[in-house]
């Protein structure tokens, strides 16, 4: 819901497509991956980690939610000749997901029956919001800024393969879509309208970018629109944490910890602590000298990175029962190689630890087809 507008800023239009692509294909190849059988057997076999997929997203929808209330929706205190966030802001990135909370979590207890109708109607509610105001740039085409990108596009190429390790792997964690491939008549179908229906919201969430600033156009469509996408995914996640089998169960206590670690970064404390990466006249930029990363995007990136390398490390080594050891060895190489891509645009770090983790599975494949010998 906000990366395609980091994407548009820093690397325009190829950015966000080198999103949109992986992303989009991805989803909809769950559905032709595995049917009804393959997904329970597959999310029997991932376990726990499914479970950790689901907790992992949560605190990462109530970090944006709480970020974005207070970013967006209260803006900066210009009241003060510093610009410091005030009581306000704190108000707003606590309660803005804590909210979230309450009504994802009367949602999720719900019958089955809320359950088989919500996601298209989300889909159709999400679609209305050009009609509220600001869903529409009035602008004239002439008068538009073209979307220029900050950085060149080297960078963007070598965070390439990370996006499609995230978007291609990922998936297959995911909770909400085993339980739509074990219930669908058709998972192909399914999926298939599923990716159709994703690409076109991702495309009207790219429509409210303003290119002259370099954020969304903000206004009552947008902030809609995130509101229903934030409470649908909050709701449909902490539905499969509370219903999942016991061995696909993390502790409670986990996934609370996950949350309200996710709420405490998003206050003010600790989110204007982190300044912008890349300064001007960096020779990584096109002559640019705006802000590459506003504040709390350095956060928010960082739990991207659960997606670019924890789950996709863990999807290749841990069903061929890699040692732990090398499964920790590998993402703690991994940690400061994402990190530095993220926040420093050293992308040609960020492949090594999917490199490490595919060469490690292969070794694992070999030993596992050698004859023993007694």
């Known amino acids: 819901m906000y990366l395609p507008f980091m994407m548009l800023r820093l690397w325009g239009w190829p950015g966000f497509w080198a999103f949109f692509v992986p992303n989009v294909l991805g989803c909809t190849a769950f559905g032709f991956v595995l049917d009804a059988q393959r997904s329970r057997a597959l999310a029997a076999r991932l376990g726990w980690m499914c479970a950790l997929f689901s907790a992992v997203t949560l605190a990462y929808q109530c970090y944006f939610a709480g970020w974005a209330a207070q970013y967006f929706l209260v803006g900066p205190d210009t009241a003060s000749a510093t610009l410091a966030p005030g009581a306000l802001h704190t108000v707003a990135a606590t309660g803005a997901p804590i909210t979230l909370l309450v009504l994802g979590l009367l949602l999720a207890l719900r019958g089955n ?24 740039d009035l602008t004239p085409a002439a008068e538009r800024a073209p979307i220029t990108p900050m950085i060149e596009s080297l960078p963007l190429a070598f965070a390439f393969p990370t996006l499609c390790a995230g978007f291609f792997l990922t998936p297959y964690f995911d909770l ?51 509101g229903l996408q934030l409470l649908f995914t909050i709701s449909v996640h902490l539905r499969e944490l509370i219903t999942a089998p016991a061995g696909i169960r993390i502790p409670t206590a986990a996934a609370g910890a996950l949350t309200a670690l996710a ?6 404390a600790f989110i204007f602590t982190v300044g912008p990466a890349l300064a001007p006249g960096h020779p990584l930029l096109y002559g640019h000298t705006g802000t590459m990363l506003l504040p709390g995007e350095p956060a928010y990136l960082a739990f991207l990175g659960a997606y670019g390398l924890l789950f996709p490390v863990l999807f290749l080594l841990e069903p061929r029962g890699a040692p732990r050891a090398l499964i920790a060895g590998i993402l703690l190489i991994g940690l ?39």
């Open 336 to 374: 400061p190689c994402y990190l530095l891509g993220a926040f420093d645009f050293m992308t040609y770090l960020m492949p090594v630890p999917f490199f490490l983790a595919q060469v490690a599975a292969w070794r694992l494949s070999m030993q596992s087809k050698m004859p023993k010998h007694r």
């Open 113 to 136: 029956a809320l359950w088989r109708t919500a996601g298209t109607a989300v889909t159709l509610l999400s679609a209305l919001v050009v009609l509220l105001p600001g869903g529409t």
């Open 176 to 226: 909400t879509f085993h339980r739509a491939a074990q219930q669908a008549p058709s998972p192909r179908i399914a999926f298939a309208t599923f990716g159709l229906s994703f690409g076109a919201m991702l495309l009207l969430i790219a429509s409210f970018y303003d290119p002259s600033t370099g954020t969304p156009r903000i206004g009552a469509a947008l902030f809609a629109l995130w």
């Open 263 to 268: 709420v405490l970064l998003a206050t003010p």
